[in-house]
């Protein structure tokens, strides 16, 4: 779900060629939304917003219906309810959506192994080995929105091409609830007059440099020199860019990428400078990471904290560990003296966040015991911890010092 | 000042001096070496950190009493490539100039006067063999932790009984013991001192030269802000102590085992350093006692693998434990003996290394290395 959805519709009188297309890009039309919509069918056709209403909520999601008055994700909820105040809002129940997700993501292995997903809510499927046994790439996407729309009674949209972003734009294209296949001798076409932001990789502040040299579309970027675009961009960047505006992109659908983190972070409802409450969602978060790293047989050696002053100013502390760890409490004390040598006493801060790098399996990471260690410590507390959540959902126990009413945010 | 002694002797008592100065010094002036000729004709070398002090001595045949203070490092460059023959040095003025055979060196001179004074060597409290007592510091020192941000864990302990000095270090994976005799000045004594182990290792090591070795304690009380002196042969140093916090680990050393296993030292050694090729740092060593051998493995599924078997004496459960091949290795390195002894409980709880086969498995050996297994998962 990207902010950008001003991509002009260009006329899809481009042929339903799918020679040399094995690449899909599947994503849900406004996924939350949807999700709500099927135990809440009297809204089917209005404006529905997903998000947590207050000072500091964001929309996560909204309906075709509320995006037509600007609504998109990521806004303030502030500024959402202002621009459609007819909306209806429902908070996220994210359970759900995770098993919905689950459900789509089970439909696209059942079509290849070649899945690699991006979100929750979209992924990458190559077909390319599937032909023989489920026919056209462009057939299979018909039959993946089908099967999805049945299932579920959401809808999605495919974009088929020949590359993995050329795919990504093509879905977006023809949202909601459509196919595009961009022919592969119709990338060029297809891409030139879109806007160069557009593009995969491009943000606000290359758009603007971009702009800034005069280049608006994915046509006028084609035509810039490399070196030029090397020079105002970096290296990298400017020749990557060059070869995207040309319909290249060598980049393979990996099934499967391994997480290379896992954090979570807190949006207060209200700037906090009080070290103890601090601490206690420095302790929160903690927790959360550690029941996903559980929950993902991950175990990570470096601990990273997230500290976002009230002006958006915002540092980051890590430290590694001598042994990889997947406990919370050890996450949590790394945390505290992240923060207490970051020196933000008394500082006002917005947010904070705590994650876990530099994974790896829990299962090929042996652990050196230390001298007087108990045998059973906070591992083996936090591993009951997470046998009652099972049994007995997420609020069965916590810390005592996080037993308190939540606050809003969200989950990131 | 001016004083004229064997090349040899000099080149030796510099550098022992100059192996305590500072390599990054604080103050400027801490990186020099104080020269110092005494009425009665004796040449005194020192140096000097804060932490830690080095004299030493030696008789001169000819001398003129004075001080002077130079570069330590510098003099001990230049000293060990001088030729072998006397060498001169003469303070002229600011300058002090060494003479040896044809080759003639002009050093600077420090202010003495900024020098800070040496610490007295604190009162004597008793004297041990220097060859005992060196190889004794060195198989406890291995298990001291080498990690400065746990001050604790960086110092050997030392525990002083009667006619017993007992050593031990640890890192919390591993810790090691060693008791040795001594002959105390009071038979009485007791005292605990907390001793930085690099600094203690790499002093005992330089103190063979002497049959003995005088220690001397500042606080034989075993609390406070107290310094270790050591004395052997013409050669003095004194250290600050740590604080003498440590681990409670008499309780730690488990004293039944449900298996006991023993091996050619030498052997064991050499397959552990093998299979360990396909280990990275801090990946275990799988060992499997299974009646009279043991299978050694590392690596896994995903990588390089290998394996080993030994002959083993074995008595006991059979056990499957894991250690850190590193710390294996340093254990085995320490004991000091052809045959390595192992004991288990379980493989989750420590395991003691020893050296030989006491007379009797009622004694307690002179040297204990501890070592925590790995826990696999699974």
């Known amino acids: 779900m990207s902010r950008k959805q001003q991509v002009p519709k260009v006329a899809s009188a481009l042929g339903a060629d799918d020679t040399g297309c094995p690449i899909l890009h599947v994503d849900m039309d406004a996924f939350y939304a ?126 088929v091409a020949g590359s993995k972003f050329v795919a990504k734009l093509a879905s977006r294209q023809c949202k909601p609830n459509g196919l595009l296949v961009v022919p592969a001798d119709g990338v060029v076409q297809f891409l030139h007059p879109l806007p160069v932001g557009a593009l995969w990789g491009v943000g606000d502040r290359t758009e603007q440099a971009l702009v800034r040299l005069g280049i608006r579309t994915v046509g006028d970027l084609a035509r ?85 002053r009230s002006d958006f100013s915002t540092i980051t502390r890590s430290r590694t560990l001598r042994e990889p760890t997947d406990v919370a409490q050890e996450i949590y004390v790394t945390a505290c003296d992240l923060f207490a040598a970051a020196g933000l006493d008394r500082v006002r801060l917005r947010l904070v966040g705590v994650r876990v790098e530099n994974l790896r399996g829990a299962d090929t990471s042996a652990r050196q015991l230390t001298l007087g260690e108990r045998e059973t410590g906070w591992r083996e507390v936090e591993r009951a911890m997470d046998k009652a959540v099972r049994r007995f959902g997420p609020d069965a126990v ?8 939540k606050f809003d945010g969200i989950d990131v | 000042m001016m004083f004229r002694v064997d090349r040899d002797v000099l080149a030796e008592a510099v550098a022992w001096t100059a192996r305590s100065l500072p390599a990054r010094p604080s103050v400027p002036v801490l990186a020099g070496m104080r020269l110092e000729v005494t009425e009665d004709t004796q040449l005194k070398l020192s140096g000097f950190d804060y932490e830690v002090s080095a004299e030493v001595t030696l008789e001169l045949q000819t001398g003129e009493p004075g001080v002077v203070l130079v570069s330590g490092r510098l003099l001990a460059e230049i000293t060990r490539a001088l030729p072998a023959q006397p060498v001169d040095l003469v303070v002229e003025g600011a300058k002090a100039v060494v003479t040896c055979g044809s080759a003639r060196f002009t050093l600077l001179t420090m202010p003495v006067e900024d020098y800070p004074s040496l610490p007295a060597m604190p009162p004597a409290a008793g004297r041990v063999g220097s060859d005992v007592f060196a190889s004794a510091v060195g198989q406890v020192a291995v298990a001291a932790g080498k990690d400065n941000t746990l001050p604790m864990l960086t110092g050997v302990r030392m525990e002083i009984e009667g006619d017993t000095v007992t050593l031990a270090a640890t890192d919390r994976y591993r810790l090691a013991v060693r008791e040795l005799k001594w002959q105390p000045d009071q038979v009485d004594i007791s005292a605990i001192a907390m001793i930085p182990g690099k600094t203690l290792a790499d002093t005992v090591k330089s103190l063979t030269t002497g049959a003995e070795v005088e220690i001397a304690l500042s606080s034989t009380g075993g609390t406070g802000e107290g310094m270790i002196g050591f004395l052997s042969g013409g050669r003095r140093t004194t250290t600050r102590l740590l604080d003498p916090e440590f681990p409670k680990y008499r309780s730690l050393l488990p004293t039944e085992f449900s298996a006991r296993a023993e091996l050619g030292t030498g052997a064991f050694v050499e397959a552990v350093k093998r299979v360990a090729l396909v280990a990275e740092r801090n990946t275990p060593v799988r060992l499997a006692f299974r009646g ?87």
């Open chain 1, 34 to 159: 949807s999700v709500e919509l099927i135990e809440r069918p009297e809204l089917v056709g209005t404006p529905v917003i997903i998000g947590v209403p207050g000072l500091r909520g964001v929309v996560l999601s909204a309906t075709y219906e509320a995006r037509r008055f600007g609504v998109h994700s990521a806004m303030p909820m502030t500024r959402a309810m202002r621009l459609c105040p007819r909306a209806t809002v429902i908070p996220p129940s994210h359970g759900k959506y995770a098993e919905v997700s689950r459900g789509v993501m089970e439909i696209f292995h059942a079509i290849t192994p070649q899945v690699e997903p991006i979100a929750s809510d979209e992924a990458f499927l190559d077909v390319g080995g599937a032909r023989r046994r489920l026919g056209r790439p462009a057939a299979i996407g018909e039959a993946i929105r089908a099967q999805v729309a049945e299932r579920y009674g959401i809808t999605c949209s495919v974009g």
């Open chain 1, 224 to 308: 810039v020199p490399v070196a030029t675009l090397q020079r105002e961009l970096g290296q990298a960047a400017g020749t990557h860019l060059a070869a995207l505006a040309w319909g290249r992109d060598e980049r393979a659908v990996t099934p499967h990428v391994p997480d290379k983190s896992i954090g979570a972070e807190e949006t207060f409802p209200a700037d906090v400078d009080d070290p103890e409450a601090i601490r206690r969602e420095l302790l929160r978060l903690s927790e959360r990471v550690a029941a996903r790293l559980r929950a993902g047989g991950h175990v990570g050696r470096t601990v990273s904290v997230k500290l976002r």
């Open chain 1, 398 to 405: 916590r810390p005592a010092s996080l037993v308190r009413p």
């Open chain 2, 292 to 378: 009279d051998e043991v299978v050694l493995e590392a690596g896994s599924g995903d990588e390089a693998q290998a394996v080993e078997v030994l002959p083993v004496d074995f008595d006991g459960d059979e056990i499957n434990i894991a250690f850190n091949h590193q710390f294996l290795l340093e254990g085995l390195g320490a004991i000091d003996s052809d045959v390595a002894r192992l004991q288990f409980t379980t493989s989750t709880k420590p395991a003691i290394l020893t050296g030989g086969k006491p007379v009797d498995n009622e004694t307690i050996p002179d040297y204990r290395y501890l070592i925590m297994p790995i826990r696999l998962s699974g």
